[in-house]
């Protein structure tokens, strides 16, 4: 089992920076990609960024590319996600996820463990 805990949500106004943080603890931390998803009200979903175990390859959906970056530490078994330039349309829960096969691409959105989420909300 793995156990993921998100931090760093918060309110912010249009146009500024949050960084989010999800610590991973149990089984091994670097064996397989690590993600970020988001859900707002009434909204299916959505795969916004993923890593893979060394950090060599990255994945963003369209609407968050050069705005967000992903990125983990091995030695702090922890993923971050630096969130820039944020907009209205970026609020929502943004979940933590980690799966431990190396078996899929990091753009495949199946995942085995989940954080609680971590509220972002940004004003206009």
């Known amino acids: 089992q793995v156990q993921l805990v998100e931090s760093g949500g918060g309110l912010v106004q249009a146009g500024g920076s949050l960084r989010l943080s999800c610590a991973a603890s149990g089984r091994t931390f670097s064996r397989g990609a690590m993600a970020w998803f988001r859900q707002a009200p009434g909204k299916e979903r959505e795969y916004v960024a993923g890593?893979?175990?060394?950090?060599?390859?990255?994945y963003y959906t369209d609407s968050v590319k050069g705005r967000f970056t992903i990125s983990r530490d091995n030695t702090k078994n922890t993923v971050y996600l630096q969130m820039n330039s944020l907009k209205p349309e970026d609020t929502a829960v943004y979940y933590c996820a980690a799966r431990e096969s190396r078996q899929y691409r990091v753009q495949d959105p199946r995942y085995d463990y989940w954080g609680q989420g971590t509220q972002v909300t940004v004003s206009s």
């Open positions: 890593i893979n175990w060394s950090a060599a390859i990255t």
